[in-house]
């Protein structure tokens, strides 16, 4: 079955980087993309990027133009997202999301466990 | 960006009840409108993509509907297990973007 595994939490302090890793399976990585949203405590879904699983290209929000950048491995079928300069705002559950084609139009239909990340001196 | 506005933010219903969340785009989206469902602590879940397509394996007392930039999301006959929040989400814009959510409670 299709199934996306995300890495483990993280504890970084304000101005570090994360790194967070998105393992597939059970698809064929370059017939789809992948998105990443993420969720602040107690707040709603944020978009984050979407990236093709096919030739590496990406969206980003807005707001995260030059903090975050997203790559895969299509040699292990994994998406990366790694996010810098990190501030105590950046503190979320961190999800990556299959997009249900090969572009963003139809929704995301797998979803990983979530990545906590916390932000704290 | 284009902004999403749902409501109510919250509700709560009785099992049996017909249940309706609303989800206004600001600007013209096509059909570009997918609906989720997210419970407690669980990543969410696709149950309608396209505006009104249902998502594989889920259940047909969902359903959604659109009128220009608006778009609905129905549940005819809520269960017990319908209880979380709903988002909505636009993906006409190479910037997606979600609606703020609606929590909803069984009574």
């Known amino acids: 079955q299709v199934q996306l595994v995300q890495s483990g939490a993280e504890v970084k302090k304000p101005g570090a980087s994360v790194k967070v890793s998105c393992k597939t399976s059970?698809?064929?990585?370059?017939?789809?993309?992948v998105n990443w949203v993420r969720q602040a405590p107690g707040q709603g879904l944020e978009w984050m990027g979407w990236?093709?699983?096919?030739?590496?290209?990406?969206n980003y929000a807005q707001k995260l133009q030059g903090r975050v950048t997203m790559t895969t491995d299509t040699s292990t079928s994994t998406a990366y997202m790694d996010l810098r300069s990190l501030r105590s705002d950046d503190t979320a559950v961190y999800y990556c999301?299959?997009?249900?084609?090969?572009?963003?139009?139809?929704?995301?239909?797998?979803w990983g466990q979530g990545t906590t990340v916390t932000v704290s001196s | 960006d284009i902004q999403m506005t749902q409501s109510p933010s919250s509700l709560s219903a009785s099992v049996g009840d017909r249940v309706t969340i609303t989800c206004r785009a600001s600007?013209?989206?096509?059909?570009?409108l997918n609906w989720y469902l997210q419970k407690p602590g669980k990543a969410p879940k696709l149950l309608i993509y396209?505006?009104?397509t249902l998502q594989s394996g889920v259940p047909s007392r969902f359903s959604g509907s659109e009128s220009g930039t608006d778009f609905t999301l129905t549940i005819s006959s809520l269960q017990p297990e319908d209880f979380g929040t709903y988002y909505c989400?636009?993906?006409?814009?190479?910037?997606?973007?979600f609606g703020g959510g609606t929590k909803v409670d069984i009574k």
């Open positions: 999301a299959r997009s249900s084609s090969s572009s963003w139009l139809y929704g995301m239909d797998v």
């Open positions: 059970g698809y064929t990585f370059t017939s789809y993309g």
């Open positions: 990236i093709s699983g096919y030739n590496d290209n990406t």
């Open positions: 600007q013209s989206i096509s059909s570009y």
């Open positions: 396209a505006a009104s």
């Open positions: 989400q636009q993906s006409y814009s190479n910037y997606l973007t």
